[in-house]
Each structure stands twice: as C-alpha cells, then as structure tokens.
C-alpha cells in the first residue's frame, strides 16, 4: 500500500493525489498540517522524511520520495498504464514544459513558507501577500494559456485525448487561482481543459474537498 504525506490544500499533494487516482492504485493519505502545532511538517519526525518540511512524501514500502514531479515520474516508471507522460521525447519534452512552468515557475514563489516569510520578514499585510500572489500566478498562467493555445498537440486535455502529467499540475494551480481571486478570462483553453478534468472521478476524488482533513 503506497502511503502519501499530503495536506488537502497544498497543490503538490493535490497533483500526486490526481496521479495515483488516474493509475487506480491504493493509497493511504497520511495528513501533515502546515499550519496546525507551528506546523506538522516542521516536526523532527515528518522532516525526518522530508528535509525541506514541505509535501507531499510518498512512501512505498521502505522507499519514501518527495517532490511531486519525481513521485509522479516514479509512479509512471512502475506502474505504466495509463500513461502520464507520452511515448516520444518530443512530447515528453512538451509536456514536461507545462508542467514545470506550473511547479518550478509559479508555484515556488507563492507557496505556504513564502508568503509567511514575507510576512514575517517584510512586514507584508494580507493584502500585499494576495496581490504577489495573484501577480505571479497570473503571469505564469497566461504564459502556460500561451504553450497551449493553438497547439496541434493540445486536445481535450493538455496533450491529447488522455489527461497526463501536465494536467496532474494544471487542475490544483487553478483551483488555487480561483481561491485567491485570479483572474481567469484571459484563459479560455485553461478552463476548457480544466473542465474537462473536473469531470472525470479521479480529479474529484483528489480535489480539496474531498480529503479526510479537509476544513
């Protein structure tokens, strides 16, 4: 049974729930609070597993891995089918490129411990945080509408008829968007994309709402 460290809202949890949901493999969530005790992931135990305190960690048997690109990439490697990323290099390649523009590129700069340190070292109110939040995910956002849009290789979803890697980030950085007030008109293949996920049982069951710690 493969065990996740996961807090409902952090979007790199929410991507690797989506993966284990589309290969249809059991799993365990182990909740981790980011906020809750100073912070669950701060203690010694949990950092233990993840050095940097941040989720999601997957462990799988007396193996445990962090990063949610490398956990998705590791599940993808053994458990083949579906498949997450595409056959050939190029849309590998493709597909890797959305990704990481969502989890290298916008998520790092507005995550938990950011905004708190702004917070914390800056003096930066609520409102300055949202406003950074919402400045870079909207960037990052129309740059991501940009590789997709007119694309021959973008379908249904971000890379053909099947959702895959690209989709496993897309769908949690735009519920987190939608959280915080981003504004989303200018991102039409976006949601249409999006909608399409939101249809399908796997992204339901590893939307926020729908996990054991949700609040």
Known sequence: MLKLYTYFRSSA?????????????????????????????????????????????????????????????????THPLPRLLPASAEGRARVRAIAQTIACDIHPVNNLRILQYLGREFGATQEQKDAWYRHWVTDGLLAVEKLLAGHPRTGTFCHGETPGLADCCLVPQVFNARRFNCPLDELPTIRRIVDACEQLPAFQKAAPAAQPDAE
Not at 24 to 40: I, K, M, S
């Open 13 to 77: 949890a929410y991507r690797v729930r989506i993966a284990l949901n589309l290969k249809d493999l059991p799993w365990t969530a182990v909740p981790v609070h980011l906020l809750r005790d100073g912070g669950q992931q701060n203690q010694p135990e949990y950092r233990s597993k993840s050095p940097l305190g941040t989720v999601p960690t997957l462990e799988d048997g007396d193996l445990a891995f962090t990063q949610s690109l490398a956990i998705i990439e590791y599940l993808d490697e």
